[in-house]
Nanobody, 122 residues
Framework: QVQLVESGGGLVQAGGSLRLSCAIS????????IGWFRQAPGKEREFVAA????????NYADSVKGRFTISRDKFKNTITLQMNSLKPEDTAVYYC???????????????YGQGTQVTVSS
């Protein structure tokens, strides 16, 4: 069993930055692919970024490439999503998720956190 807890969401103006954190607990947490997903009201959950267990591989959605950076602190078992140059369309609830597969599909991830709200004002 893996538990995930997100933090760091909030309200920011367009062009600003936020840093989201995902704390992972559970004995095998460090062996999972970790992904960030987001869901805006009335929309489906969508892939944002993912990082491999070793941290050597990352993947980003085209919509955030060059603005968001995902990183992994293996000693603290924490995943960080640094979000820069935020746009109003980035507004959503952001979730971190753990899975055994290298995938952009939400259904391929086994565990999700409770989510954290990110609101970007124009």
């Amino acid at each position: 069993q893996v538990q995930l807890v997100e933090s760091g969401g909030g309200l920011v103006q367009a062009g600003g930055s936020l840093r989201l954190s995902c704390a992972i607990s559970g004995r095998t947490g460090s062996t999972y692919v970790i992904g960030w997903f987001r869901q805006a009201p009335g929309k489906e959950r969508e892939f944002v970024a993912a990082i491999s267990p070793s941290g050597s591989m990352t993947n980003y959605a085209d919509s955030v490439k060059g603005r968001f950076t995902i990183s992994r602190d293996k000693f603290k078992n924490t995943i960080t999503l640094q979000m820069n140059s935020l746009k109003p369309e980035d507004t959503a609830v952001y979730y971190c998720a753990a899975g055994q597969n290298w995938s952009t599909r939400p259904s391929r991830y086994d565990y999700y956190g409770q989510g954290t709200q990110v609101t970007v004002s124009s």
